[in-house]
């Protein structure tokens, strides 16, 4: 295991005071989505199907799909958000725009503020269903 030991000179106090704030934590994140909904989501409807009734375990193999189709170039994030995703952002081919803390769902906001720039998360649950998330900013 590595550890970051700061450069000397450094003022550990005006450091240790930075971290604790988390200064160096974006403020704000750009994503994209794909939102797969399933029976049990919040709002079990969307633009595609007016009542869902994928199990959420369907809803996961979709998602995992989707990205197991991307990481091989079979098709692009965009493509699918806007023929698959059930959020109204299949649109803008996904894309949300920038948002701050507080802003998602809890699990969708951790997942994205813990993505680098290009990075696909993992499966994602939240209220709304099952997401895939790329974060773009």
């Keep these: 295991m590595s550890i970051w030991t700061p450069p000397e000179g450094t003022d550990k106090d005006a450091l240790d005071l930075y971290l604790s704030k988390n200064l160096h934590k974006p403020k704000k994140v750009a994503a994209r989505h794909i939102l797969v909904k399933h029976r049990d989501s919040r709002r079990p409807s969307s633009w595609k199907e007016q009542n869902i009734t994928l199990t959420k375990e369907e809803a996961v193999?979709?998602?995992?799909?989707?990205?197991?189709?991307?990481?091989?170039?079979?098709?692009?994030?965009?493509?699918?958000?806007?023929?698959?995703?059930?959020?109204?952002?299949?649109?803008?081919?996904?894309?949300?725009?920038?948002?701050?803390?507080?802003?998602?769902?809890?699990?969708f906001e951790k997942a994205a503020f813990g993505l680098q720039v290009g990075e696909l998360s993992d499966v994602v649950e939240s209220d709304s269903g099952i997401h895939l998330i790329e974060r773009t900013g």
């Design 61 to 107: 193999e979709l998602i995992k799909g989707y990205k197991a189709q991307i990481e091989s170039g079979e098709a692009s994030f965009e493509e699918i958000a806007s023929k698959h995703s059930d959020c109204s952002s299949h649109s803008k081919n996904g894309d949300l725009g920038y948002f701050g803390p507080g802003e998602m769902q809890p699990s």
